[in-house]
């Protein structure tokens, strides 16, 4: 029988009982995950359809045609964060007052911008930048990246140092990071399932240890969204990147940032790198 997970509710709805925790698969995340959005996400894994024209947007009335949406599996309205606001635009508003229910402080949310999978997390790093580094107080961290062959790449701290990473200097405590796993160009999420990885508690230094990582179910690959690092990827060519470290399983390496703006409280996403989210197709 396929291994099964469980969805996690909304901090606030937190029931710790079993028969709250709706239960999916491997194969119906799949599923769930390439059906929804419209189609949007399929759509980006399909080589016949041009990169540039999945980027200009969709365009909408509400939220623009850079607005990031949230995302949410069908059938998992009830469980699943922020599980009523399947495709509208995210607010930042919206995260602030999630943010407040959690332990950490911190809270994301799967979402779909120009028909890619992305991840948004709150972090409360202005509150906790300047306290000392102390398990559940969560910040931003940068740190050096080295490649697969081990020679350095260069530090996370360049996207405040050099400005060719200017758009991805972190503010408003958020990043947005492309949502496509290293290893085999699954769908890492936010909370999604329950297990030691996700747990609402955070420790310092860009390691398996503490929770809130982001997770991909497919082969328990694990990203920490804190964990701010230059590395580089990519098959053929390779290209160095700003993203968020991986800190266990077979992807590789981290996932990329995506810089974004908050236009009154609606975040909108940025193409500044687009070169970096082609590497599933
Ligand atoms: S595709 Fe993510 S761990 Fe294999």
Redesign the pocket.
Known sequence: MARRFKLRPLPNDIDDTKESLKMIDRREFMRLSFNTAAGLITMASIGSVGFASLLMGQPEADGGDTAVRFWVPSGAEDTAWFGDRHLEPMSYSAFQTAAANTKTGMIGAQGVWSGLPVNVVYVPHEENKDSPLVPNKPRFQYLEGYDLGGKYVGSGREVEDDSTYSTLSIHDNMIIIFSR?P????I?GWQLVTNNYTGDNWASGGTDSGGDKLF?I????RFDPTAIEKNSMGRGVPFDFIGVRRTG???PNGMPLIPFVVNGDIIEALPDFKDWYAYCG
């Open positions: 796993c290893h085999l160009c699954c890492p991909c497919c082969h328990s690959s399983g077979p992807a």
